[in-house]
């Protein structure tokens, strides 16, 4: 039994498409809305980030329950970070009661990153224990303390995989500990080094582990090669090949050189053994998923 | 051992006013071994104080003294009575407990108390232990998560994590990083495998200030109870 449309897609054994939207800083609901206008039928699902990079934005649940108004299905993501037990027990029963269905657990980027680098973090769980917690809600239907949830929440629990973050064997380790812990779908870190992904996909495969969870590989279109440069040099965790960086400082159009290597990134993914769908994450970009997921014909 | 960091003599000055005896109290235990709080240390406040109040015209009357470990009222005796300003160059406890034993003084912080840790070559001082009250470090090659990990992670390492540094900082090792390195050279990867459930953080500051009854060495009842094996 399905609870959500992304959950049906993938367990049917359709290729998924999710996409990024980044919820606003401040009240515009407008802005989201439009943007979630603009995005509909361009992805099975979309992730609603929870105050990501540690600035503050519009709420997940929020935004989440905004995108269904407009007839989006959200994949509500909820840190680790902000939120203690009683919190986000709390929050995952009020969101299922709202109709979310998704939700994607993740420890969060720490708040150094961000616009409150004086905060004090959380971290009462970390993003397995996290899963714990929300399966023994849905499945047990009892709260973390045995209490019994006489309507518990519906819910289709994800989790996220860096394959590019070290020590890189234990990456495949982990995310098997992650399905363990509940996960039923993952989504990568943006894959621009396919080779080392590729590895860890066929480590994930060895272990059968793609028979176990829906692994939904992230891509990143990129506009500039200043953008990738920087993603290889700030971003922590991410790998990014120089001939990456080269083809786009190379090319004549580079906003267009980088659609296309998206979009073959994507197609090359599809054919990748163990890989059941794409994530894009377009960031301050998002209009352009359309064009993606039509030029890389994976347009649901 | 304790850790601490001296505090900016400007800082320190203005907590003075007011004053007209103070007292700069060293203590020989972890801010002498960390060098910011020992005999010396408290000598050259001490002097630094001393000219302020001379250039300023504040009208102190200054002095120091080093005990053995400020944490522990009997080698406090030397200050029994004191009224003036304790500036302390010992941790938190030592500050606190000085205060408890002079409850007519004014102790105020002279250092920082950052964490419980261990010298790194000279000079360089790096948390070891987070005092959470559960020890894990049977599961984790003895390196704490709690302490060593930016976001205390227990099924660690985070997607931040790459080539063995924290994402918080390049100077920073990932402390998941060391833990599965460190099993994986002992053969014990296995560990790994399950998960570790949400924890009791009661053991740690969450349960409220922590009082803890050793039986054993305690006089009267608990130490009745616990030799009548209660």
């Given at each position: 039994m399905s609870v959500s449309r992304l959950q049906e897609v993938l367990d049917s054994g359709r290729f998924a498409v999710t996409a990024e939207i980044g919820p606003p800083r401040s009240c515009e609901t407008e802005r989201l809305r439009e943007t979630a206008r603009a995005l509909k039928g361009s992805a099975h699902a979309f992730n609603l980030t929870d105050?990501?990079?540690?600035n503050v934005r519009m709420s997940s649940i929020a935004s989440s329950v905004i995108c269904l108004q407009e007839g989006l299905e959200p994949v509500m993501q909820m840190t680790c970070r902000d939120r203690n037990r009683i919190a986000i027990q709390s929050d995952v029963i009020g969101a299922s009661a709202l109709g979310i269905r998704n939700v994607l657990c993740i420890s969060g980027d720490h708040q150094m990153f961000g616009d409150h680098p004086q905060a004090k973090n959380v971290y009462d769980l970390d993003s397995i224990q996290e899963l714990m917690v929300l399966r023994r809600m849905r499945d047990d239907g009892t709260n973390w303390s045995g209490e019994a949830l006489p309507q518990p929440p519906q819910l289709y629990l994800g989790a996220a995989a860096n394959p590019f973050a070290d020590p890189f064997e234990f990456r495949v380790t982990r995310l098997a500990k992650k399905i363990d812990a509940g996960a039923q779908f993952v989504q990568t870190q943006c894959v621009l080094d396919i080779e080392r992904f590729k590895r860890f996909m066929r480590l994930a495969v060895e272990k059968g582990l793609h028979e176990r969870v829906h692994i939904i590989a992230g891509v990143i279109p990129m506009r500039s090669h200043k953008a990738a440069l920087f993603m290889k040099n700030k971003v922590a965790g991410m790998s990014v090949p120089d001939s990456v960086v080269e083809r786009l400082r190379r090319a004549s159009d580079p906003r267009e050189e980088g659609i296309r290597l998206c979009v073959e990134t994507m197609q090359d993914l599809g054919s990748i053994r163990g890989v059941h769908g794409v994530h894009i994450t377009a960031i301050a970009w998002e209009d352009i998923i359309p064009r993606l997921v039509t030029e890389a014909g994976i347009r649901p | 051992m304790i850790i601490a960091e001296k505090k900016p003599l400007p800082e320190v000055l203005g907590m003075l006013?007011?004053?007209s005896e103070v007292l700069v109290l060293g203590c020989r235990s972890c801010t002498a071994i960390c060098l910011v709080g020992g005999e010396r240390e408290a000598m050259e406040t001490c002097e630094a104080l001393a000219l302020h109040s001379e250039i300023k015209d504040k009208g102190w009357k200054v002095r120091s003294l080093t005990v053995e470990?400020?944490?522990?009222?009997?080698?406090?005796?030397?200050?029994?009575?004191f009224k003036g300003t304790v500036v302390s160059m010992a941790c938190g406890v030592g500050a606190q407990v000085v205060q408890e034993h002079c409850p007519d003084a004014r102790v105020v912080p002279g250092v920082n108390t950052s964490n419980m840790g261990a010298p790194e070559g000279t000079g360089t001082f790096v948390e070891r232990?987070?005092?959470?009250?559960?020890?894990?470090l049977h599961l984790t090659a003895g390196i704490c998560p709690i302490a060593r990990c930016a976001k205390s992670?227990?099924?660690?390492?985070?997607?931040?994590?790459?080539n063995g540094r924290c994402e918080v900082s390049?100077?920073?090792?990932?402390a998941w990083d060391q833990i599965v390195k460190a099993l994986e050279r002992q053969g014990r990867l296995d560990l790994l495998d399950a998960n570790i459930p949400p924890r009791d953080w009661r053991p740690s500051r969450n349960g409220g200030p922590r009082r803890i009854v050793n039986a054993e060495a305690s006089p009267g009842d608990a130490q009745r109870r616990w030799r009548e094996g209660e």
């Open positions: 105050n990501q990079a540690a | 006013e007011g004053s470990r400020a944490c522990e009222r009997e080698f406090l005796t030397p200050l029994n009575g232990c987070a005092g959470c009250g559960d020890c894990i992670l227990l099924n660690g390492p985070c997607g931040g994590s790459q390049p100077d920073t090792p990932c």
